[in-house]
């Protein structure tokens, strides 16, 4: 079950579901560019609405299932969306538990809203991770001229005594393979 969890007194990370759609629309249409550099399995040239509606779906129906964590990140005073954040499980390793991604809007980026959501999914899985003697790798994938995008993963490995891999991996992107930079977590940090 994918938990309610506070970041601030400001902003929570609230379980996505499809009562966000017309928020992620509305998120969505303030940059569309920067959505799909977050969601490049978005086809601009499709019907948006009916691949975000999909996506929420998916999200909420597997939710129960363990495999799939995915939060909204909510400003609690105004019920404002402000990003997405999740595990998923498009993995690119073998031994991989999740992937880790994470958009936030236009209006709010530059705030460390990213990081800060990452750290607080972390700790969460952490204690999870050791509750259950278990073992989690978590994976970061980023394009290369993404340099928020790096730089928020750089910082995540940094917190969490990640990797960074030196070789590009090639990722499927509707028909081409383009490259990206693998940052890798292992949970619980030894």
């Not at 299932?65 to 990140?73: E, P």
């Not at 402000?82 to 999740?98: A, R």
């Not at 980023?142 to 730089?151: F, K, R």
């Amino acid at each position: 079950m994918t938990p309610e969890l506070d970041l601030d007194k400001r902003l929570m990370l609230k379980p996505v579901s499809k009562s966000i759609l017309p928020n992620l629309l509305e998120a969505y249409n303030e940059d569309p560019q920067a959505a799909q550099t977050a969601l490049p399995w978005l086809d601009a040239s499709s019907n948006v609405q009916g691949q975000l509606s999909d996506m929420l779906f998916d999200v909420e129906s597997q939710a129960g299932a363990d495999q799939l964590h995915f939060w909204w990140v909510c400003e609690q005073e105004t019920n404002t969306f402000v990003g997405l954040i999740g595990l998923g499980d498009e993995l690119q390793l073998v031994g991989s538990s999740y992937n880790l991604g994470y958009w936030v809007r236009p209006s709010y980026q530059r705030q460390g809203i990213a990081l800060m959501s990452a750290n607080r999914i972390f700790t969460w899985l952490e204690q999870r991770t050791i509750a259950e003697q278990a073992h989690h790798r978590i994976e970061i994938t980023v394009h290369p001229h993404n340099t928020a995008g790096l730089a928020t993963a750089t910082r995540i490995c940094q917190a969490w005594h990640g990797e960074i891999i030196e070789e590009f991996i090639g990722i499927e992107i509707g028909e081409r393979t383009v490259p990206h930079r693998l940052h890798i977590i292992d949970l619980p940090r030894s």
